[in-house]
């Protein structure tokens, strides 16, 4: 089963059976529940009548594992994840003793990590307990009942740039290697290149790893301190990720940029360039080009003909420079978006700035790389990239 690559920014993350959400079993009373709001994120599944509810016979091979519903406890405290930990072996309660005790370490949450199929899509994904990691996510997620169930009844939330841009709409059921999942959520964590979230049972139906990954929360302790206390107390090969990362602040509020710190004209000019010569090619979910692209992936290749390193992911890239305002954005600076009703905070979207007003873009599924107007709703900022800063992020 192969693990997760936990990308680390300094400055901030098996097969799929067909699983569905189970019937009410003949004779069993029904526990009457009021019916969460819907929202944009998620829409509560119905419940069929009585007379609908016993599927019609299939043949044996079919027939698809029973799964017992649990219902989602309700949000209480929300608790801010601040260290994302990736192990070989599943974590014992022993070694959970030696992270609980730490100093500064407040919550703990076990989560099951691996890569699956989906929609022929190689997705990072976490199997979790929909009543407890809830409290680890971004307050609008958390915060929405109907999504949970929906993970609690069998479903699949993917991040809004999977399921927006990827086309994954919600609803939608989705091909893997044996069968299909119902997208039944968009949910963005926030842990890094985590794209996916199931239940433990549904996650352990495919086969994921059992207790391999760790969400920390130390809102107190320095983040980069505790990661390197972590990676003493855990065994040979751990990973530790900073997610929403305590840092401490730095003694001046300003940095000076010497000169070189920034790409040079030709560079700039071989960049516009390699992204200019793809226009037309199509937007692909998780493609780094040469002949298909997703937004990062496009500003990855074409920042790399002109010999600059830059990290994979949209959030990484955004942490690849100085900011600067729009109205003085020069050719080649990156365009950042946060789009994502799941996580505002989270940066969602990226285009190279072309100039005169305009960005070249892969845009999401259906589209192709092309040359559009900048647009301002939900502009994030615009960053100058560090050709020395970009290759130092991970």
């Known amino acids: 089963m192969p693990f997760i690559v936990v990308a680390l920014v300094a400055v901030l993350t098996a097969d799929v059976l067909l699983l569905v959400r189970p019937e ?28 609908q509810q016993q599927p019609a016979q299939q043949p044996p091979a079919q027939q698809q594992p029973a799964m017992t519903l649990q219902p989602v406890a309700p949000l209480k405290k929300l608790h801010k994840p601040n260290l994302f930990v990736l192990t070989r072996k599943p974590f014992t309660n022993e070694l959970l003793q030696k992270v609980a005790k730490l100093r500064g370490v407040r919550a703990l949450e076990l989560a099951d990590a691996a890569s699956i199929t989906l929609d022929g899509k190689r997705v990072q994904t976490l199997a979790v307990n929909p009543s407890t990691f809830r409290s680890y996510t971004p307050k609008v997620t958390a915060s929405s009942d109907p999504l949970w169930q929906n993970v609690a009844a069998g479903d699949v939330a993917v991040s809004f740039v999977l399921g927006n841009d990827g086309g994954l709409t919600l609803h939608r059921r989705v091909a893997g290697p044996a069968g299909t999942l119902r997208i039944g ?47 003493k107390v855990l065994p040979k090969g751990t990973q530790v990720a900073m997610v929403n990362p305590v840092l401490p602040q730095p003694q001046t509020r300003t940095r000076s940029w010497p000169a070189g710190s920034f790409m040079t004209g030709e560079q700039i000019t071989v960049a516009l360039k390699a992204a200019a010569s793809k226009l037309g090619r199509p937007y692909v979910w998780g493609a780094e080009g040469p002949d298909t692209f997703d937004c990062s992936g496009l500003v990855q290749w074409a920042f790399a003909q002109a010999g ?87």
Request: net charge positive; no cysteine; proline share 9%.
């Open 24 to 51: 009410q079993e003949a004779g069993q009373p029904v526990r009457a529940q009021a019916t969460p709001k819907s929202t944009l994120m998620a829409q509560q599944r119905r419940q069929q009548p009585p007379a």
């Open 185 to 231: 959520a968009y949910a963005t964590t926030g842990f890094g290149a985590v794209d996916a979230v199931v239940s433990k049972d549904v996650g352990r139906a495919l086969g994921l790893p059992r207790d391999n990954a760790l969400i920390v929360s130390a809102p107190d302790a320095n983040s980069d301190t505790l990661r390197k206390s972590i990676l």
């Open 308 to 394: 600059v390193r830059m990290p994979r992911v949209t959030h990484q890239q955004w942490v690849t420079g100085p900011q600067v305002s729009l109205s003085q954005a020069q050719p080649g600076d990156l365009l950042f978006w946060r789009s994502d009703p799941t996580n505002p905070g989270y940066i969602s979207h990226v285009a190279i700035y072309w100039g005169g007003g305009k960005m070249i873009q892969a845009p999401r599924t259906g589209d192709v790389v092309k040359i559009s107007p900048v647009h301002t709703r939900n502009l994030a900022g615009v960053v100058r990239v560090s050709p020395i800063v970009a290759a130092k992020v991970r």
